[in-house]
């Protein structure tokens, strides 16, 4: 699998992890998001596929490194933001371990950008 490939996949688990954590209401969409969303329907699948997730950002500094996460949600205006942030750096860590055994665990930042 090559490296672009192994990013788009586990941006792709990263967001649907996300996504089922309690208080998570969604990520943050991003400009592309954004104006699709101002669009008719249908207009705003391009190339037929799924676009990234704008809410999650996988990098990786060298081979050997670990992993480095940015997750950016939104999260429901019930639950304290602070539950919501170590809830879902604890699902990213363990749907990682899962994916990648063996391998160094991932750097993990989580940002509340709003509420809802």
Known sequence: MTDRALRT????EIA???????GVAFLRPGL?????SALPRGAGAAGG??????GV????????GPWRVEIHV??????RTLDVARAVARAVEGR???LLPGE?????????????
């Open 9 to 12: 996949t586990l941006t792709g």
């Open 16 to 22: 649907a992890v996300v996504e089922a954590v309690p």
């Open 32 to 36: 592309g998001g954004r104006l699709r």
């Open 49 to 54: 596929g799924r676009a990234v997730p704008a």
């Open 57 to 64: 950002r996988l990098t990786r500094p060298d081979e050997a």
């Open 74 to 79: 939104v999260a429901r205006g019930h639950v």
């Open 96 to 98: 990682l371990a899962g």
């Open 104 to 116: 160094q665990p991932p750097k993990v930042a989580v940002t509340v950008t709003g509420l809802v």
